[in-house]
């Protein structure tokens, strides 16, 4: 049965940092594509960062500079590194395990709230 768990968010103040974990189990992780993606109520949920097995990443224009994406394979864990946080980055963070064509597993998400 495949599992994946995020963890890592909370309140923090504009201007702060926070990390994010996903960890996954059950898939052999090593080829898995992983990524980042949020959701603020009546949007539709949007890709923040993705890593590939190969280790190339991609960044949503929005957090390009302030957020950066990396992973450990032997520990089946991703991370997404926030800094300088706005009130916008405000959202339910979703891990996100692809494998192509079809796999596809999500966690239950984790909340990010930045405000004063």
């Known amino acids: 049965q495949v599992h994946v768990v995020e963890s890592g968010g909370g309140l923090v103040q504009p201007g702060g940092s926070l990390r994010l974990s996903c960890a996954a189990s059950?898939?052999?992780?090593?080829?898995?594509?992983m990524g980042w993606y949020r959701q603020t109520p009546g949007k539709q949920r949007e890709l923040v960062a993705t890593?590939?097995?190969?280790?190339?990443?991609n960044y949503a224009d929005s957090v390009k500079g302030r957020f950066a994406i990396s992973r450990d394979d032997a520990k089946n864990t991703i991370y997404l590194q926030m800094n300088s946080l706005l009130p916008e980055d405000t959202a339910v963070y979703y891990c996100?395990?692809?494998?192509?064509?079809?796999?596809?597993?999500w966690g239950q998400g984790t909340q990010v709230t930045v405000s004063s």
């Open positions: 890593i590939t097995s190969g280790l190339s990443t």
């Open positions: 996100n395990a692809h494998l192509p064509p079809w796999r596809d597993y």
């Open positions: 059950g898939i052999i992780f090593k080829v898995y594509n």
